[in-house]
């Protein structure tokens, strides 16, 4: 009986007060994209960026800013998510608005290859340069 | 008799084996700079500014604390860090530095940055202290 009992202290020690050894494992994940598509914007025109998602999944689209000689303008501008078409950008979704650091759009897409375009449609006073940042799987 | 001892003798083994894992060491508190806090310099016609990350979507704001010499406007706002590694503004104040000296936008979890500017007002630099909290 004695022996027994030693035996199962001996088990116990071993096993290190039951922290059994563990093979760590690292999660699966994709971090997303992020694209900034920058550039400057002439009055009543528009321009698009094209990407690929090699993932489905959601896509955000932020218009971040919009400057002209450095100073934010208050501006509203039209913000696109779409496919290509021809020469231009088909959206599907689309949202008049202002500079801010939330997204305007959010859209899921399976895989393929899409655009994001920025149109301005009231007529801005002159030149502005944009930033808008994009975020796919 | 000697085998009490001998039990006692491992359960005292393995019990001190379990209590080594509850010793902590000491943790040193290291004295760092307050990461939320931007001191810099801006010249006339000049900016300055710091990038930051939220880690979560909240309130981004930024309050201008102070300026030397006193009085100094400056414009504060807050947008996103370009490749060019230009702080592209969202939003703008131009303000003396105080409590209601504050700009604030919702934010989504990302990159983001404060820029500190001449609005055009300055002849001399002027140093600055800006307060920025985030989520």
């Known amino acids: 009986m004695s022996m027994r009992l ?11 007060c039951g922290k059994a050894a563990e093979t760590p494992t690292s999660p699966t994940t994709t971090a997303p994209t992020t694209i900034l598509f920058a550039g400057t914007l002439q009055p009543g025109t528009t321009r698009f960026y094209s990407y690929t998602l090699n993932t489905a999944g959601t896509v955000t689209a932020m218009l971040a800013s919009l400057e002209r000689s450095g100073t934010p303008m ?12 021809g020469t231009g950008c088909a959206v599907s979704a689309a949202l008049n608005s202002s500079s801010q650091l939330i997204p305007h759009l959010k859209q899921d897409f399976g895989i393929g290859t899409y655009c994001v375009r920025i149109s301005d449609l009231d007529g801005m006073p002159a030149a502005m340069n944009f930033t808008i940042r994009l975020i796919h799987p | 008799m000697t085998t009490r001892l001998a039990l006692i003798s491992c359960l005292t083994v393995a019990l001190a084996g379990c209590a080594k894992t509850l010793i902590t060491s000491p943790t040193a508190t290291a004295v760092a700079a307050d990461p939320n806090t931007f001191t810099n310099q801006v ?5 300055a500014s710091r ?20 009085g100094a406007v400056l414009g504060v706002g807050l947008g996103i860090p370009r490749a060019n590694n230009q702080c592209a503004l969202s939003s703008a104040i131009a303000t003396v530095a105080g409590a209601s000296a504050r700009i604030a936008m919702p934010a989504d979890g990302g990159p983001y940055c404060v820029r500190v500017f001449d609005t055009g007002t300055l002849t001399a630099p002027v140093s600055f202290t800006v307060a920025i909290t985030h989520p």
């Open chain 2, 51 to 70: 990038d930051l990350t939220l880690t979560a979507a909240g309130q981004l704001s930024a309050t201008l604390t102070s300026t030397t010499p006193p």
């Open chain 1, 74 to 85: 208050p501006n509203a501008l039209e913000i696109g998510l779409g496919i290509p078409a």
């Open chain 1, 6 to 16: 030693l035996a199962l202290i001996a088990a116990i020690t071993a096993a290190g």
């Open chain 2, 43 to 47: 010249a006339p016609g000049g900016s």
